[in-house]
């Protein structure tokens, strides 16, 4: 069986949001409502550097659907319209979700958001589409600096398995116990 | 329902399914099936991005129902690695079709800058262009009526449409690199190295021991290249950048040096003096590719010649022609020729450098001795590498910062050399040349020919003058295209208030409602690079443009505009052609082999064609040590700029120096920089890319910002005695104390008051004009912040 997964270089992260705005244009979302977040690692403001002058730091660190292996978001949904696939992509069915936010709130990452004129959560689908065509998803593709690796990470011979397995990647918030599928490196 | 987007709602044919009863996987497939990717009944169109960044990727749009729905990199034939698109080019389709097109031809009602408008027919436009043009012409002769053009379309004909257009009517035009602050960069290259670019390839810095990333902002303003360097660091590159402030690049590298803007030829002059006298310079590249042997005279500080030779000191001391065989030149010494004293260049440079001591270096830049000591040591790696950027050259005395950074790497013998360089082009453009060929590649001559006429070609930086005091002659009508000149030009407050009014009429021909279009009489739709035939010379491709979308309301292509007032103006028989028509002679005509197997029809199916002479491999300029210089070599010494005491490369401060008087009055240097928001003004306000950036800020230090009582997203007040801007504050550490800096072309509605522009200054230096052209000197400026 399938396991998808994106390992995520911070080291090659110029924080230039063309993952976040290419996929917000290429799945024609709402204004305002992006799948991805930028976040500059420990500064309350987005490019604001961190540390003193000169030594300072400014560490781009990008956010998405973590495709959980155990998601909060599934086995809270009140109307199973959060779904989970057996290669592991977390996804809406429109058809189904009422918009009641309770994914919103469950999600130990602050992921789905609201798309208030649909009255549905909204979020991240790792482009199954894509996937299912043999591509890999937009943000992966159009990466300038080719800081995202997506894998099958129960293919051990696969680019993303590997830097797992190299023990060097880390996840957020491990202690959500959620299993995350998305992979950081870098320091 | 057209609320329902692709990826967020299920097709009506899906949705009669019971979806209760399928499983996830199932259920997943068929909205997958439902992506208009996979049942696209449109079409995938390949262009070329051609806003002035310098990437110029390549393009795949996906063109369903009249609308770009996604842009994707696309690979290059040869390429695969140079596979690139933006955020930028993601979404300027979305302003394509956007109400900030300009739809139709716009006449003026209000005041200028009012921003009232009525829509007029493309004839009343022409008729009307065409009268005030007659006038202009009448009243003060045929070279007063000016084209100006930016970079806000590169693509072949409509970048050079306006150009030709002047030429047909012995117009004026204006090039547009100095008044874009670009300038400054191609005379240093040009005294040099002889020529204004001299590409080096970026994926050659895996090769490279350290990589400065001098003066320049790669991820976000050549994005495209950034991969390179970033394999580069992983492979055991040491990168180092050196800016003011803590950009993107900076973010990514090995070390942030900051530096005082406009101290970067200090940093430099001071590198090399430490260099020379610790006597790690190489002696050996400087003695056979650089002027260093070379004599110059002490009485007049020319070059010393025998006959047409330039001449040095033999073994045994004796001058003779510098190609005299088998002659082993000296790198240093005096000699004397027919009682002519004379001094080897090299050695000039070695006397001249002794003012720049570490001590005097570390003030100049605000560099710890240390840090430079550290730098020195990094870059005496053989080989290392020097991206030069256009940050360093925006200052007064434009020519001395690439100048004596190149002459910093061609001391440490790293020009031509695989792992060095230092130049400010990364390289794709490479040719195997055909032995015996000297067709031009492409059949230019029916584009060139307009029954012999020549346009007046002036300096951009003289177009203020011009218009307000007839210097050198008048320019009474002005026209506009590719460019937000307003926006982009220096000291806005003088264009609107001085520069304009003595205009008798502007047109401006653009895709987009700009700031300039507010102050213009006509404003005239232009097509975009989505919507209009065109091509973009990337050696070794050229890519094409093609109509992917319709045009916006009644836009028109820019050699369809100016060939409407052509034929009013009789000249019709030059622009007689359509867009296809023109692209077709100037590639199907060509005779040149490059072009073998070209097909027009495959063109437009494929989109781009790959040079039968392309080279993909890596190029890199001037391996071959020969230099379009007039020495023939790397030329440190120019006898041209003698009589103004920069004939080697001099350190002159700021012209508006914190340290002088001004900066009593206004202690703080502005500069800008270009953020990953926009090129320059194409993409500000797309709600895709405004969701994530709002608005401009200034960057302030903390110390700074303290100091005035100023904190985070604060509004505040950036003035001088020439005008002002209220902006958000963004307290850093990431800037040297004692700047700041507000990101470009932010256009005004995104300023609490103002624009940045009102802070800038267009000081004509005689100097450079010698050189060349004087560059506007955009990071040269002082200012005050306060709480607003």
Redesign the interface.
Same mark, same amino acid.
């Given at each position: 069986m399938k396991h998808y997964g994106v390992v995520i270089d911070t080291?090659?992260? +110029?924080?230039?949001?063309?993952c +976040?705005?290419?996929c *917000?244009?290429? *799945?024609? /979302? =709402?204004?305002?409502i #992006?799948w991805g977040k /930028?976040e500059t690692v420990d500064s309350p +403001?987005v #490019?604001? =550097? &961190?540390?003193? #002058? =000169?030594n300072?730091?400014?560490?781009?660190r990008t956010l998405m659907c973590n495709h959980c292996e155990k998601p909060e978001c599934v086995k809270n949904c009140p109307t199973n319209s959060m779904?989970?696939?057996?290669?592991g992509?977390v996804?809406v069915? %429109?058809? &189904?979700c009422i918009g009641c936010g309770i994914c919103r709130d469950t999600c130990p990452y602050d992921v789905p958001v609201l798309?208030e004129? /649909?009255g549905?959560s909204?979020k991240c689908?790792l482009c199954?589409?894509?996937v299912?065509?043999g591509d890999v998803p %937009?943000c992966v593709?159009?990466c =300038?600096?080719?800081a995202r690796i997506f894998g099958d990470l129960n293919d051990k011979n696969s680019e993303a398995a590997k830097l797992v397995a190299s023990g060097k990647t880390y996840r957020l918030k491990p202690e959500a116990g959620t299993g995350p599928s998305l992979y950081y490196l870098g320091k | 329902m057209d609320k329902l987007t692709r990826r967020t709602f299920l097709k009506g044919s899906i949705a009669a399914a019971t979806v209760g009863m399928l499983s996830d996987n199932v259920l997943a497939q068929m909205y997958s099936a439902s992506s208009p990717e996979a049942d696209r009944l449109g079409k995938t169109f390949r262009t070329v991005c051609t806003v002035n960044c310098t990437s110029r990727c390549n393009l795949n749009c996906h063109v369903q129902g009249g609308k770009i729905l996604s842009v994707t990199p696309t690979p290059l034939p040869g390429r695969p690695d140079y596979s690139n698109a933006c955020l930028r080019g993601m979404s300027l389709p979305l302003k394509t079709v956007s109400e900030d097109r300009v739809k139709y031809p716009m006449l003026r009602v209000g005041e200028r800058g009012e921003g009232r408008f009525k829509r007029i027919s493309w004839t009343e436009a022409f008729d009307l262009i065409t009268e005030k043009i007659k006038e202009s012409q009448a009243r003060y002769g045929k070279k007063s009526v000016g084209f100006f053009v930016m970079t806000g379309n590169l693509a072949k004909f409509a970048w050079d449409s306006p150009f030709r257009f002047a030429r047909t009517i012995e117009g004026t035009s204006f090039s547009p690199e100095a008044i874009m602050s670009d300038h400054g960069a191609s005379m240093g290259m040009d005294l040099v190295y002889g020529q204004k670019r001299g590409s080096h390839d970026s994926r050659d810095y895996m090769k490279s021991k350290t990589l400065i990333v001098w003066g320049r902002n790669v991820a976000d303003t050549h994005t495209s290249e950034m991969r390179f360097y970033l394999n580069a660091r992983k492979n055991g590159t040491k990168i180092i950048v050196i800016d003011p402030r803590f950009s993107s690049t900076a973010a990514v590298a090995d070390q942030w040096i900051p530096i005082k803007p406009g101290a970067d030829t200090a940093l430099a002059l001071g590198m090399m003096n430490y260099i020379i006298g610790k006597n790690l310079h190489d002696k050996e590249w400087l003695l056979k590719n650089s002027c260093s042997p070379l004599l110059i005279k002490d009485s007049d500080g020319q070059y010393l010649r025998i006959g047409d030779e330039f001449c040095v000191i033999d073994e045994k001391g004796k001058v003779v022609p510098a190609g005299t065989q088998g002659v082993t030149a000296r790198l240093e010494g005096k000699a004397e020729y027919n009682g002519e004293k004379c001094t080897t260049s090299f050695s000039l440079l070695e006397a001249d450098l002794k003012q720049y001591t570490l001590k005097w270096t570390a003030e100049a830049t605000g560099i710890s001795e240390d840090v430079i000591k550290d730098l020195i040591k990094d870059y005496l790696k053989k080989p290392s590498a020097i991206r030069m950027g256009q940050g360093m050259q925006r200052v007064y005395n434009a020519h001395s910062p690439f100048r004596t950074v190149a002459t910093l790497a061609a001391v440490c013998g790293y020009i031509g050399v695989s792992g060095g360089g230092a130049s400010h082009a990364g390289g794709t453009s490479g040719v195997n040349p055909i032995p015996g060929v000297n067709v031009p590649v492409f059949n230019s001559a029916p584009w060139s020919d307009t029954g012999g006429s020549k346009a007046s070609e002036m300096p951009g930086i003289k177009l203020y003058d011009m218009v307000e005091k007839a210097d050198p002659y008048k320019i009474d009508f002005l026209w506009i295209a590719s460019s937000s000149f307003l926006n982009q030009s220096p000291d806005s407050n003088r264009v609107i208030n001085e520069v304009f009014p003595k205009l008798s009429f502007i047109v401006h021909s653009d895709p987009y409602w700009t700031s300039t279009a507010q102050y213009a009489d006509l404003v005239l739709p232009a097509t975009n690079m989505f919507e209009n035939w065109d091509i973009f010379d990337k050696t070794p491709w050229f890519m094409l443009q093609q109509p992917m979308l319709r045009p916006a309301g009644e836009s028109k292509s820019d050699i369809q505009i100016f060939s409407g007032v052509a034929e009013r103006l009789g000249k019709g028989e030059f622009w007689n052609r359509t867009d296809e028509e023109w692209l077709r002679v100037y590639l199907e005509g060509s005779k040149h082999p490059a072009m073998e197997g070209f097909s027009w029809n495959k063109f437009v199916e494929e989109g781009i064609f790959a040079r039968k002479d392309g080279r993909f491999d890596i190029v890199n300029a001037f391996t071959d040590q020969k230099y379009k210089t007039k020495t023939g070599r790397f030329e440190f010494y120019s006898e041209r700029l003698k009589p103004v005491g920069h004939q080697l490369p001099v350190y002159t401060p700021l012209l508006e120096d914190p340290k002088g008087p001004l900066g009593k009055k206004y202690p703080l240097m502005f500069i800008q920089y270009h953020d990953r928001t926009n090129v320059h003004t194409q993409h500000i306000g797309i709600p895709a890319i405004h969701g994530v950036f709002k608005e401009p800020w200034v960057e302030i230090s903390s110390k700074d910002a303290n100091k005035r009582g100023i904190k985070d997203g604060d509004n505040v007040k950036v003035f001088n005695d020439r005008g002002y801007c209220v902006v958000k504050a963004l307290v850093s550490e990431g800037i040297m104390p004692g700047v700041i800096a507000i990101p470009q072309g932010w256009t005004p509605e995104y300023f609490v008051e103002g624009h940045h522009q009102n802070l800038t200054h267009l000081t004509i230096n005689p100097v450079e004009m010698l050189v060349s052209e004087s560059n506007f000197a955009a990071y040269d400026n002082l200012v005050e912040v306060v709480k607003a």
């Open positions: 080291d090659r992260c +110029i924080g230039c949001q063309t +976040i705005v290419g *917000h244009v290429d *799945h024609e /979302l =709402p204004d305002g #992006y /930028l +403001i #490019y604001k =550097p &961190t540390g003193k #002058y =000169p300072v730091k400014m560490r781009s779904r989970k696939r057996a290669d992509i996804f069915n %429109f058809e &189904t798309d004129e /649909l549905q909204n689908n199954f589409d894509r299912d065509r %937009f593709q159009s =300038p600096t080719q | -």
